[in-house]
């Protein structure tokens, strides 16, 4: 049968099981739905289905409800909800009643057609169950690429630099190793120490994290080795150091940089004796701590300039990490885009709105010098303001005003283009401009085909056909 794109979906057809003993209806059925793009396979009774339905993974399930052999079609509904428990099932029948009726639905079936049946129907319920199939697949390919192939736990990038970072991440886990985490701002240190806590084999013991450079020296070392009571004026009773409490898990010192010089000598002796002791005490216990740092600083130029110890250094970097600045991991936007708004709309208790086609090209095209960090503040922003369920350009912060005004297209006056410049196609071939355009173009919509089919000017069966002529993911 028929392969194409279907017109309910994008993506590759949906696959249909027709079942009904009258031949000539069977074949009828799926020669409509082939005709419009659905993947159909027909079955002329309920027992010759059941193999069919342990086979092959059928999205929509279209049956007679009465048939000979045992088996009709309520039958054939628990045995595709049993097998294929996301499957549609629309039920056809000649002998109905209220009753039958009733009874599918309740069963779980997504529809039910009364013979003789009007092939113009038939598809419109076949065309809505794909809708539903579509938006389920939709919803499985984001979890997936959020949990499993793009994330690390929590770390979410699909980029050829975020990539290796994961892939990096994955060796580091598993291993006791001190790790140093480089990067600037908002990079999101704090979140790959924890990816790499939560795949590791301590990962049921504490993870502590540790700001070094907002305390002053005094209250980061009671912080770090905990104190005694009387070891200091507001000393009024002993106190475990953030060392004990991680005992046996992960303690995290974010950036380690600013830690002052005295501090550094204590912890490079706590680091390699694995031995801590309260301010103002003299007994000396045995802590089993896995450390992870990280900086925004040169430690190579402190070390230079004298204000950090380069045999902590060494301590610190048996494993280095740096990661990218946002505006070097572009491709990663409307990923982060997406999970920030379904992220904040359950924090705020409201239904995760859409984000129009000119916001994303907005936001893709800002410098974001604040990270990963400016780009979940300003998506919280604007599902905070968002009224009317549309993330678009009159939600955007303050920040984007500030770069210049705003057309409806989303670029910033003066602004040719947010991605390639003209003058590096020159010299390309038609068809690698056109799949660069495509290209680019799905990465504006994150993804979804419907919107970039309309911004290119082309059919939704088009652009697929494309996308898989260019080899594009």
């Not at 549609?88 to 209220?98: P, Q």
């Not at 959020?146 to 994330?151: N, P, R």
């Not at 979410?156 to 990096?168: F, K, L």
Request: with cysteine; aromatic share 4%.
């Amino acid at each position: 049968m028929a392969k194409n794109q279907t017109r309910a979906t994008a993506g590759p057809p949906i696959k249909v099981l027709v079942v009904d003993n009258d031949h000539g209806h069977a074949e009828a059925m799926a020669e409509s739905l082939a005709k419009i793009g659905y993947e159909c396979q027909v079955a002329h009774a309920g027992a010759e289905a059941l193999p069919l339905l342990e086979k092959h993974a059928f999205e929509i399930v279209v049956t007679d409800l009465v048939m000979p052999g045992g088996i009709g079609g309520l039958e054939l509904l628990g045995e595709v909800k049993q097998h294929l428990p996301d499957a549609e099932v629309i039920l056809v029948t000649g002998h109905g009643t209220v009753e039958s009726a009733v009874e599918a639905m309740r069963r779980g079936a997504f529809n039910y057609l009364l013979k003789p049946l009007d092939l113009a129907q038939l598809r419109a319920v076949v065309d809505n169950a794909a809708r539903s199939q579509h938006l389920r697949r939709a919803n499985a390919e984001l979890r997936k690429r959020l949990d499993e192939k793009f994330g690390f736990e929590g770390v979410v990038g699909e980029s050829e630099a975020m990539r290796g970072v994961i892939e990096r991440l994955s060796r580091i886990a598993p291993t006791d190793a001190s790790v140093l985490i480089q990067g600037d701002t908002g990079s999101g240190k704090e979140l790959v120490a924890q990816a790499i806590h939560q795949n590791s084999p301590r990962k049921a013991r504490p993870f502590v994290a540790l700001n070094c450079g907002a305390l002053s020296e005094n209250i980061l070392e009671s912080e770090l080795f905990g104190h005694i009571k009387g070891a200091f004026t507001d000393a009024s009773h002993d106190r475990v150091g953030k060392f004990e409490y991680a005992d046996g898990g992960t303690l995290f010192l974010d950036e380690v940089g600013d830690m002052p010089l005295a501090t550094q000598i204590k912890l490079l002796r706590v680091l390699e004796s694995g031995e801590i002791t309260r301010v103002g005490s003299n007994e000396v216990k045995r802590v089993d701590v896995r450390i992870l740092s990280a900086t925004n600083r040169d430690l190579e130029t402190a070390i230079a300039e004298g204000s950090f110890r380069e045999d902590l250094y060494h301590r610190l970097k048996v494993v280095t990490v740096r990661l990218p600045r946002l505006a070097e991991r572009r491709d990663d936007i409307p990923l982060l885009v997406e999970h920030f708004v379904r992220l904040h709309a359950k924090r705020h208790h409201k239904k995760a709105p859409g984000v129009s086609a000119a916001a994303r090209r907005r936001l893709l095209a800002y410098d974001w010098p604040g990270n990963v960090r400016e780009l979940k503040n300003a998506i919280e922003s604007m599902v905070v303001v968002d009224y009317d369920g549309v993330l678009d350009l009159d939600d955007l912060p303050e920040q984007f005003l500030a770069a210049g005004p705003v057309d409806e297209t989303g670029e910033t006056a003066g602004n040719l283009s947010t991605g390639t410049a003209l003058a590096d196609l020159v010299g390309k071939s038609m068809s690698d401009i056109e799949g660069l355009f495509i290209g680019e173009t799905l990465k504006v919509t994150g993804g979804n085909r419907e919107d970039a089919a309309k911004m290119l000017g082309i059919g939704e069966r088009t652009l697929y056909r494309k996308i898989k002529e260019y080899g594009l993911n």
